[in-house]
Nanobody, 120 residues
Framework: QVQLVESGGGLVQPGGSLRLSCVAS????????MGWYRQAPGKQRELVAV??????NYADSVKGRFTISRDNAKNTGYLQMNSLEPEDTAVYYC???????????????WGQGTQVTVSS
């Protein structure tokens, strides 16, 4: 079983920056896809950014401001968020498609979420 733990959320003023981290633990053979989603109050969860071996993809609303990256050796993903806006306020969730040792099927895992609040 895979566990994802996010950290790095908090309260920041408009124009500020935060860096989210997502650490995956368990009997992991490899992580195929890692992504960040967010859910604001009263809204559906939406994809923010995703990273695979082929590259990265971003929601239009965060292009040029957010950067997703990963450290495969540490089974850790990151989301660098710059020029934050009040509209970025949401709970941010890490998601990963993980291949476990002794398993041919990937496991789709979610973290518990971390709150990001952008406000003056």
């Amino acid at each position: 079983q895979v566990q994802l733990v996010e950290s790095g959320g908090g309260l920041v003023q408009p124009g500020g920056s935060l860096r989210l981290s997502c650490v995956a633990s368990g009997s992991i053979r490899s992580i195929n896809v890692m992504g960040w989603y967010r859910q604001a109050p009263g809204k559906q969860r939406e994809l923010v950014a995703v990273i695979t071996s082929a590259g990265t993809n971003y929601a239009d609303s965060v292009k040029g401001r957010f950067t997703i990256s990963r450290d495969n050796a540490k089974n850790t993903g990151y989301l660098q968020m710059n020029s934050l806006e009040p509209e970025d306020t949401a709970v941010y969730y890490c998601n990963a498609l993980v291949f476990l040792e002794n398993s041919q099927l990937p496991e789709n895992s979610w973290g518990q979420g971390t709150q990001v609040t952008v406000s003056s």
